[in-house]
């Protein structure tokens, strides 16, 4: 390549890098800093992050919650072996201890406008990873105060001591500034993004789904879902969506959230599974949730009593009625027996009936036996005839 043409590139190099970077001062005082990188430093090294004033840093700790058998981790100028990290991030909080004042300056590019957050229980350092202030309630809306978090904390450089935010009037900061780092407790796990406009849900909703009210049987692919999903932070309002489907691959178009929707299941009878996902405010589409329920459309079938169609019994017999039954799923059976349309044994799982004739009873009847489950119903009659007995022999 030409040597002018490389030089002229090389320059061009130069500018464009240099016009997508930028440079802030970071004021430290002399003791202990708890600040924060507004920039993602163009080499995160921390040797060379803190080249320009090594020679006054005494040591830089740094604090890791995921890691609850030793949290805090530590780098010493010149003891590189024996630390703990190696980088310095924008977003992080760290405490540097210098010998006196000095301004660190920090060249780097902007960080996203939506700043991918992760906090755990308990205390957490943060860094405020911008150029502008930003109130602690608005950067942190996903947050609830109270239910989510429950105090910031931050150390005054000039006086060494610290400050904090409670959501009182009586606070002794209210924003968060660029360079600064800050402690924050936190109730429970979240994840955030936080912004200039204010912080942006990352948490899927949570939901549930039941099919005709937790019903374990239905004779019709028509089936009423009762539906319920939470979302702490955007919510569920309007924006929200669900989708629907009945193998867990092929999903319905997304629809406005509900309460309740009529579903129709797939044909042939079986055992079904609905699946709904939600969607929040924010955009994020839950995990599938789910319910089932057995799908029973054919009725049972009556294919023979035990006693044939007309049967001859004696009076002050004791006679049982049991039908042969047909079924083809696994709803359960009930049955109803009635002698001359006058109900013997009215619906129950039992499938069996005895009927005592006495000598009332003389002359024909018509038994009855009906049989059904969720898929339908079906019944069968046979006639009975009741002779008087007659008397026996005389003695021999």
């Given at each position: 390549?030409?040597?002018k043409?490389?030089?002229?590139?090389?320059?061009?190099?130069?500018i464009?890098?240099?016009a997508?970077a930028?440079?802030?001062?970071?004021?430290l005082?002399?003791?202990?800093?708890?600040?924060?990188?507004p920039f993602?430093?163009?080499?995160?090294n921390?040797?060379?992050v803190l080249s320009?004033?090594?020679?006054?840093?005494k040591?830089?700790?740094e604090f890791n919650?995921?890691?609850?058998n030793d949290?805090?981790k530590h780098?010493?100028?010149?003891m590189?072996v024996?630390?703990d990290?190696?980088?310095m991030?924008?977003?992080k909080?760290y405490w540097i201890?210098?010998?006196?004042?000095v301004?660190l300056?920090?060249?780097?590019?902007p960080?996203?406008p939506n700043y991918?957050l992760s906090?755990?229980t308990?205390?957490n350092?943060i860094?405020?990873?911008y150029?502008?202030?930003?109130?602690?309630t608005?950067?942190l809306?996903a947050l609830?105060?109270?239910?989510?978090y429950?105090?910031?904390?931050?150390?005054?450089?000039?006086?060494?001591a610290?400050?904090?935010?409670?959501?009182?009037?009586?606070?002794n900061?209210?924003a968060?500034?660029?360079?600064?780092a800050?402690?924050i407790?936190?109730?429970?796990?979240?994840?955030i993004?936080i912004?200039?406009s204010?912080?942006?849900?990352v948490t899927?909703?949570?939901?549930?789904?039941?099919l005709?009210n937790?019903?374990?049987?239905?004779?019709?692919t028509s089936v009423?879902?009762?539906l319920?999903?939470?979302?702490?932070?955007s919510?569920m309002?309007i924006?929200?969506?669900?989708?629907?489907?009945?193998?867990?691959?092929?999903w319905?178009n997304?629809?406005?959230y509900?309460?309740?929707k009529?579903?129709?299941l797939?044909?042939?009878?079986d055992?079904?599974?609905?699946?709904?996902?939600?969607k929040?405010?924010?955009?994020?589409?839950?995990?599938?949730?789910s319910?089932?329920i057995?799908?029973?459309?054919?009725?049972p079938?009556?294919?023979?009593?035990?006693?044939f169609?007309?049967?001859?019994?004696?009076?002050?017999?004791?006679?049982?009625?049991?039908?042969?039954?047909?079924d083809?799923d696994?709803?359960p059976?009930?049955?109803?027996?009635s002698i001359?349309?006058?109900i013997k044994q009215?619906?129950?799982g039992?499938?069996s009936c005895?009927?005592?004739?006495?000598s009332?009873?003389?002359?024909s009847?018509?038994i009855?036996?009906?049989?059904?489950?969720t898929g339908g119903?079906?019944?069968?009659?046979?006639?009975?005839?009741i002779?008087r007995k007659?008397?026996?022999p005389?003695?021999?």
């Amino acid at each position: 390549m030409n040597k002018k043409i490389f030089l002229i590139l090389f320059g061009i190099l130069l500018i464009t890098t240099s016009a997508f970077a930028d440079t802030y001062n970071l004021s430290l005082k002399a003791g202990e800093n708890l600040v924060a990188l507004p920039f993602i430093p163009q080499d995160t090294n921390i040797a060379t992050v803190l080249s320009p004033i090594i020679s006054q840093v005494k040591d830089v700790w740094e604090f890791n919650p995921s890691d609850a058998n030793d949290p805090w981790k530590h780098y010493q100028p010149g003891m590189e072996v024996y630390s703990d990290f190696s980088q310095m991030d924008a977003g992080k909080g760290y405490w540097i201890n210098v010998k006196t004042n000095v301004n660190l300056p920090i060249t780097g590019t902007p960080v996203s406008p939506n700043y991918l957050l992760s906090l755990k229980t308990g205390w957490n350092i943060i860094g405020w990873p911008y150029q502008n202030t930003q109130g602690i309630t608005a950067a942190l809306v996903a947050l609830n105060f109270g239910t989510d978090y429950t105090q910031v904390s931050k150390l005054n450089s000039s006086t060494k001591a610290q400050e904090n935010f409670l959501n009182q009037p009586t606070d002794n900061f209210t924003a968060f500034e660029p360079g600064y780092a800050y402690f924050i407790y936190m109730l429970q796990d979240k994840t955030i993004r936080i912004g200039l406009s204010g912080s942006v849900d990352v948490t899927p909703p949570i939901g549930s789904i039941s099919l005709n009210n937790d019903s374990q049987y239905t004779n019709s692919t028509s089936v009423t879902l009762t539906l319920s999903a939470t979302d702490p932070e955007s919510g569920m309002g309007i924006g929200a969506q669900m989708k629907f489907s009945n193998d867990g691959m092929s999903w319905s178009n997304p629809e406005d959230y509900a309460t309740n929707k009529v579903w129709t299941l797939s044909s042939g009878d079986d055992t079904k599974t609905v699946y709904v996902k939600y969607k929040d405010v924010a955009g994020n589409w839950s995990d599938a949730y789910s319910d089932m329920i057995i799908l029973d459309t054919i009725p049972p079938q009556i294919t023979a009593l035990n006693i044939f169609d007309h049967s001859k019994f004696y009076e002050n017999s004791s006679i049982v009625i049991a039908p042969t039954v047909n079924d083809t799923d696994s709803s359960p059976l009930e049955y109803q027996f009635s002698i001359d349309d006058v109900i013997k044994q009215s619906w129950s799982g039992l499938s069996s009936c005895t009927w005592l004739s006495s000598s009332q009873h003389k002359g024909s009847h018509t038994i009855k036996v009906e049989v059904r489950d969720t898929g339908g119903q079906d019944n069968k009659q046979i006639g009975v005839y009741i002779l008087r007995k007659p008397a026996d022999p005389p003695a021999h």
